[in-house]
């Protein structure tokens, strides 16, 4: 899916919502428990109920290699349930050297068929652009919406006296365009989205941290809008999570809609 | 298997060879292809030509994902094999917001029965701190091996006028003793290995890099070493594609000799 398509996306459902596939066999309801795939079971449930309301699906890679081999296969399955005018993500955060960093390419985006990768800065070039030789998208962590963002993304280096994070949001845009590379920039820190904005105007952020993180959508929405809306807010646990009784999906159905109402009254309102 | 435990180990054998085992199916030898399990049946007789001439193994996790869930039994298969006196690294290169490390530790940690896990530090202490909550280590990316190493690593910050890497080896130490934490100190920096032993004069570091990515050995142990030799280093490609022929196991034993061989010189001159 490409930047264009992807805001008819937004456009068409009013929505910049990306729901977070963190699924734990141990939070899901009891009744699924005895499926042949609870996983996969768990989020046909929860994709059938929320896909009106949300533009992408983040399947946590975390949650499903915890389950080894048979999370892979839920994962797949996941996956190919989405339907096709949804974009996917697999929150993976690989990164590595350039000959390791291919493979983790082929994982994702030939073994599966993810449109976008999250991928860790720290190892540098050319441990990312083995991700952007496909038509795909690389969606760079920048600044990280949990606390130990706080550890090295904030420190001001010498050069341009920037932030860690700044810097890899400068010299990264040297290794693709807006078409390919998105940034993580977390909801958590609201008050800077505007000036992360400002150093990439054009690129898509995905935004972690409403829900249970805490963060603001209005203030993030206010501050981090560009013409093309360029943000894919996530919620994970405040929408899948929302009940764990038999009307789980229903529920979560339920919360992704309130959050769809409030982005659409936002997107009129700061567009 | 601890701090001591793992020095034993190479005083045992006269080496501290990590054995990398990035098994790509593209080139293993022909004769491998039509077994059930290749990359187990390859990795199998790499350990047994291999382990009487180093001290660890480690599985560089994107070749096993590349391949999907069969990808994994591999693994699973490759980890159960490698004989009990020999630590194992999980080459993942993993780190994400706590609640989701917590789930790559239990992949690799439970899941799998890996002595250790490659981490990167981006996302800072509580990323890194749930591998810390077992009796298992974390081996964190300090100073990489690759090109891109000289995109962020080497920024100079304005606290401590230190390099990122630098303040990387320093501010991790606050979260972990010598006997939980290594960090990844490239060979192809052979001229830094003194000065980052000085930051961190008690834990073990694992060099990447020697071999086809052309550090040196020599260089590398002369100014690592530490009263407990304090380094593993890795070689990948030069041992296990020795050959592509039916001698593979053979060639590679015959180089991973070499180096031994090579280690224990150095073991003894520089100790």
């Known amino acids: 899916m490409n930047r264009a398509q992807l805001f008819e996306q937004i456009k068409k459902k009013e929505s910049c919502l990306c729901v977070g596939l963190d699924t ?7 009744h699924l428990q005895h499926t042949e795939d609870p996983i996969f079971e768990f989020n046909k449930q929860i994709i059938d109920a929320t896909h009106p309301y949300c533009v992408a699906y983040k399947p946590n890679i975390a949650f499903y290699e915890a389950l080894g081999p048979t999370g892979w296969v839920s994962l797949q399955k996941t ?34 068929n993810f449109d976008s990768i999250t991928v860790a800065p720290y190892m540098g070039e050319d441990s990312v652009k083995p991700f952007l030789m496909r038509d795909k998208w690389v969606i760079l962590l920048a600044h990280t919406s949990n606390s130990g963002s706080n550890d ?49 105007p054009d690129h898509f952020f995905l935004v972690p941290g409403i829900g249970a993180q805490g963060g603001d959508l209005e203030k993030v929405m206010q501050h981090g809008m ?46």
């Open 79 to 112: 996956l190919a349930y989405i339907p096709k005018d949804i974009f996917t993500i697999a929150d993976a955060k690989r990164g590595d050297i350039g000959n390791t960093s291919a493979l983790y390419a082929r994982a994702f985006f030939e073994q599966m």
């Open 152 to 200: 090295f993304q904030v420190m001001e280096v010498t050069i341009g006296k920037r932030r860690l994070y700044e810097e890899v949001i400068l010299k990264s845009q040297q290794w693709a365009t807006p078409d390919q590379l998105m940034f993580v920039v977390g909801a958590t820190h609201p008050e800077k989205i505007a000036s992360i904005r400002a150093l990439a």
């Open 24 to 30: 734990d066999l141990l939070k899901i309801p009891k």
């Open 226 to 271: 560009n013409d093309s809306c360029g943000l894919l807010i996530n919620s994970a646990r405040a929408i899948i999570y929302a009940s764990d009784g038999k009307d789980f999906a229903k529920r979560a159905g339920e919360e992704a809609l309130k959050v769809q109402q409030e982005m659409s009254e936002y997107l009129t309102k700061y567009s």
